[in-house]
Nanobody, 116 residues
Framework: QVQLVESGGGLVQPGDSLTLSCTGSGFDFSMHSMSWYRQVPTKERELVAI????????QYADSVKGRFTIFRDNPQKTLYLQMDSLKPEDTAIYFCNVFLNAINYWGQGTQVTVSS
């Protein structure tokens, strides 16, 4: 079955960097676009970044453009989100996502907290 497992979250200070990882299994990782989303309580899940199956043409939410970088290692079946210059408003649970066979699959999420 499809599984996505995120890791790498934590508590950091404003201006710090953090890299999230998401390992996929149960599907052909290299054949699908993948995304990172984030969610805070009382708000809808927000698309942060998306990348094609071959790692080309990444797109970002305006709020993270220039600070976050999405990339992937297909042989390792791992998706990454490099987050630089973190701000308190980046605090959220971060989820990786793959959409296949008309179903959205999500990991369990990893908490990122940016606070001084």
């Amino acid at each position: 079955q499809v599984q996505l497992v995120e890791s790498g979250g934590g508590l950091v200070q404003p201006g710090d960097s953090l890299t999230l990882s998401c390992t996929g299994s149960g599907f052909d990782f290299s054949m699908h676009s993948m995304s990172w989303y984030r969610q805070v309580p009382t708000k809808e899940r927000e698309l942060v970044a998306i990348i094609t199956s071959l790692g080309m043409g990444p797109q970002y939410a305006d709020s993270v453009k220039g600070r976050f970088t999405i990339f992937r290692d297909n042989p390792q079946k791992t998706l990454y989100l490099q987050m630089d210059s973190l701000k308190p408003e980046d605090t959220a649970i971060y989820f990786c996502n793959v959409f296949l066979n008309a179903i959205n699959y999500w990991g369990q999420g990893t908490q990122v907290t940016v606070s001084s």
